[in-house]
Every structure is written in C-alpha cells, then in structure tokens.
C-alpha cells in the first residue's frame, strides 16, 4: 500500500518561510515523478511544483517561480518544497503526489497517489 504523509504546514506571516516535507512508503520515489499542489477553498486543486525521477529537472508554476523550491532525495523516499518570501495568495491545503511514470506533469490525473494534505495559512 502506497501512503505520502506530509507535514511542515503551519500559520506564517506574509514574506516568511516553511519548508513541507512528504515521506512515501510502499513506493520508491527514484522510479517516479514527484509533484507538489495546492487547493484553496472553493478552487481547484492546482499545480506547484514538480520533480522528475532523478531530481535533476523541475518545474514551476508561474506563481512560485523564484519563491519555492523542490527537491527530491531518492535514498530517503522524500520530497520536499521550500517556500520562501510566502504571500497570503499561496494560503491553501498543498499536497503531495506520485506521479504514474518518471515524468514531470502538471495536471492531477497525471498523478497516482496522494497525501491527505497539509495546511499553508500566510497573513498579511
């Protein structure tokens, strides 16, 4: 059975950081695509950040280019998203998925299992 636990969400001013973490098990994340994505209420779950198998290729969205950054280590079955000079626009549940092959993806049907979620509230 496959599970992605994520955790680093917290309460932060606007212009602060976090850092989430996900841990997998069941699955080895060197095989797989990584992916980060966040849901605020009444929207639809959107991309963040991906990272492809090796971690040697990532991809943002528009909106965290130069703000967040993804890293992946394979030995430790980890993902990890770096959020750094947070605005209250980034406020949402983010989530971490495994992606169905070893490519970066940005929509969600790309993506095979989930987390349950971690809240990121910034005020202003």
């Known amino acids: 059975q496959v599970q992605l636990v994520e955790s680093g969400g917290g309460l932060v001013q606007a212009g602060g950081s976090l850092r989430l973490s996900c841990a997998g098990s069941?699955?080895?994340?060197?095989?797989?695509?990584m992916g980060w994505f966040r849901q605020a209420p009444g929207k639809e779950r959107d991309f963040v950040a991906g990272?492809?198998?090796?971690?040697?290729?990532?991809e943002y969205a528009d909106s965290v280019k130069g703000r967040f950054t993804i890293s992946k280590d394979n030995a430790k079955n980890t993902v990890s998203l770096q959020m750094n000079s947070l605005k209250p626009e980034d406020t949402a549940v983010y989530y971490c998925?495994?992606?169905?092959?070893?490519?970066?993806?940005?929509?969600?049907?790309?993506?095979?299992?989930w987390g349950q979620g971690t809240q990121v509230t910034v005020s202003s």
């Open positions: 990272i492809n198998w090796s971690g040697g290729r990532t």
């Open positions: 069941g699955r080895t994340f060197s095989r797989f695509a």
């Open positions: 998925a495994c992606a169905a092959n070893s490519i970066i993806r940005t929509i969600t049907s790309a993506y095979e299992y």
